[in-house]
């Protein structure tokens, strides 16, 4: 099965930018079954990373807004209910990013939002990344602006999965398939 994602705007953040971010940038198109185009990921830490520098390892990508009050309960609950650790087992990793400016909207900062819903669980696990996005990863991998998208990319870099439904709602079919 092969998802394309359109560039039409749901929140209307994109909206007359949608020109302006075409032209500026190079959009590539997230399809299921295709190689995850690469982006950097600006980590709470100061560094930043790419998204082909984690090639080895499965990643579910998971790109939240941090006002969102289902982003921020999904964290509890994949921290409260032990799923972090079942992806630690699978040696996968979470890389939970902010869409890039919460998408015009103020909510805390991507490390306030791990420490606050994620508790003690998140904190220093070399698998677990929170990071921001630029506006270029943010469009290409969530063009119609959901609060939360998730995708499974699997140790070659081919994204297998991919839901705007919440990744909570669907951790049980991520586990297996990571």
């Not at 020109?19 to 930043?48: C, D, H, R």
């Not at 609950?77 to 890389?95: E, F, M, Q």
């Not at 508790?119 to 990071?131: C, D, R």
């Not at 063009?143 to 919440?166: A, D, Q, R």
């Amino acid at each position: 099965m092969i998802i394309t994602l359109s560039s039409t705007g749901t929140f209307g953040f994109f909206g007359s930018q949608t020109a302006s971010v075409q032209s500026t940038y190079k959009i590539t198109s997230v399809k299921v079954g295709e190689v995850a185009p690469n982006i950097s990921i600006f980590l709470t830490n100061g560094t930043s990373i790419t998204l082909d520098s984690l090639r080895g390892h499965p990643v579910v990508l998971w790109f939240i807004t941090t006002w969102c009050p289902s982003c921020q309960e999904s964290e509890s609950i994949l921290a409260d209910d032990g799923y972090l650790n079942k992806l630690y087992v699978k040696r996968s990793l979470l890389v939970t990013v902010e869409l890039y400016n919460d998408l015009g909207n103020t909510g805390p900062s991507i490390s306030d939002f791990a420490s606050q819903y994620g508790g003690n669980l998140v904190q220093n696990k070399s698998w677990l990344l929170y990071g921001t996005s630029s506006l270029n990863a943010t469009y290409s991998y969530d063009p119609k602006e959901y609060l939360e998208i998730y995708y499974v990319i699997n140790s070659n870099g081919i994204i297998t999965n991919t839901s705007y439904t919440g990744l909570v709602n669907n951790i049980n079919n991520v586990l297996q398939e990571v």
